[in-house]
């Protein structure tokens, strides 16, 4: 089946409650393409959160775990997230290319794993002060490239990158090599102190190359969430299909 605008959003649902997590998932069912599931919750609730989520909607989920330890203990439970049932899940690149192998191996080809490459609240200082040297420091985008190919020679189903990296990384790897993108701000959202730094809106992500767009807050704090999922769609749909 093609590939709808409701497709490329996923929903995170970062709340502390499930009875508010389960709230969204009924208002938003039809609306987005799939639910991310994050540590919050998943440490709060445990699986019974991926059931609620698989019995309200027919949604695709994504558990966002950041995985990240020895690559016998990533094996194991990536088999436990692949019982699950859930269609992503995350693991961080920064150890070795044989953890991700081992992630991917463990997810049975039921779970697709995502690289997370760099996270966003990392800069140039940051990747210093954790012990890098040269041109990583002077330019941070060249780890985030260089643990992209670790997680693509691994068998990674894709990466989370920053919009700025998608075409790159769409450019390196492939369009079947998934770029999935948060700090999505659409120009019509206004969030007070917002936190996200290096944003892009709805339809520059897409056009840039973008698989799914992870957002949040412009969805969860409109007045009225499920019409500000659809005027995401809209965009997204509008990027697609430029005049
Ligand atoms: O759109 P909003 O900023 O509310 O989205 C926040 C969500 O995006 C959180 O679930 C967060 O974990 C996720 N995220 C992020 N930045 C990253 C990776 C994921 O904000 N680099």
Not at 37 to 45: A, K, M, R, T, W
Not at 76 to 82: K, L, T
Not at 85 to 90: E, H, N
Request: proline residues 4%; glycine residues 10%; hydrophobic residues 40%.
């Amino acid at each position: 089946m093609q590939k709808q605008g409701k497709d490329y959003i996923v929903f995170p649902l970062d709340f502390a409650s499930v009875k508010e997590a389960k709230e969204y998932v009924k208002l938003l069912d039809g609306n987005v393409g799939m639910f991310k599931i994050g540590l919050e919750l998943f440490i709060d609730q445990g699986p019974s959160v991926v059931q609620m989520v698989k019995k309200e909607s027919r949604a695709k989920i994504f558990l966002d775990l950041k995985l990240h330890d020895i690559s016998a203990t990533v094996l194991r439970a990536m088999g436990r997230v692949a019982a699950l049932g859930v269609d992503l899940v995350t693991v961080h690149c920064s150890s070795s290319k044989n953890m991700l192998e081992r992630a991917v191996q463990g997810g049975q080809g039921k779970t697709g794993v995502l690289g997370v490459t760099l996270l966003t609240d990392n800069d140039a200082d940051i990747v210093k002060a954790s012990g890098f040297k040269g041109e990583f420091v002077k330019d941070p985008q060249l780890l985030v490239m260089h643990r992209a190919k670790m997680a693509y020679d691994a068998g990674c189903k894709g990466v989370v990158c920053s919009g700025q990296e998608v075409q790159q990384i769409k450019k390196r790897f492939g369009d079947s090599f998934l770029a999935v993108t948060p700090g999505i701000r659409p120009a019509w959202t206004f969030l007070e102190n917002d936190d996200q730094k290096r944003v892009t809106t709805p339809g520059q992500a897409i056009a840039l190359g973008s698989d799914l767009i992870v957002i949040g807050r412009p969805i969860r704090d409109a007045d009225d969430p499920g019409k500000a999922a659809q005027a995401v769609i809209k965009e997204i749909e509008a990027a697609l299909n430029p005049l």
